[in-house]
């Protein structure tokens, strides 16, 4: 038997990193969070591979995200670029890194959202092979999908694709 406190301990920052790329208040991205350990507690019965563990959290966590930002789209409510949280303190205040890693950040929140998906998930540290599978998409897909988020977020950063 898993132990579901266990599979938080070691996944709960990168269900949050995703759960942030889709949604930047706070209050929402626990939310979110609970959702997706709710979902995976109900799920685990289901995993027949354990080694495919952090692949089949994204999935879910990227699932319930991709469903949260449709449902606020139905709604009509507040677009999502409109929760991102202005970021505090002063970014003058923030280190080298961290301007960098709010720049990315905001990069990858302006990718569509098939792109946003394989750059979220990528940077995680998933391989193209679970990335894919994740997605429900082939792998020369994701390779494609990936390579085009590269060269969108290396314009954003004033680089040459």
């Not at 966590?61 to 139905?74: F, G, K, Y």
């Not at 202005?86 to 961290?98: Q, T, V």
């Not at 494609?144 to 694709?161: D, M, N, Q, T």
């Amino acid at each position: 038997m898993v132990d579901l406190e266990e599979i938080v301990k070691v996944h709960a920052a990168m269900v949050r990193r995703i759960a942030s790329v889709y949604e930047r208040n706070p209050d929402k991205v626990d939310d979110l969070a609970q959702d997706v350990w709710i979902a995976v507690w109900q799920a685990l019965p289901r995993l027949n591979d354990q080694a495919m563990l952090k692949g089949y959290i994204a999935r879910i966590t990227q699932n319930i995200c991709v469903s949260h930002v449709r449902r606020a789209l139905v709604r009509r409510t507040q677009p999502l670029a409109d929760t991102v949280a202005d970021p505090s303190p002063s970014l003058h205040e923030k280190s080298a890194h961290a301007m960098e890693l709010f720049r990315l950040t905001e990069a990858v929140l302006s990718l569509p959202e098939n792109l946003k998906a394989v750059a979220s998930l990528y940077l995680e540290d998933l391989p193209i092979k679970e990335i894919a599978l994740t997605l429900g998409i082939s792998e020369s897909n994701a390779s494609v999908r990936l390579h085009r988020a590269k060269s969108a977020i290396r314009l954003s950063f004033g680089e040459p694709s």
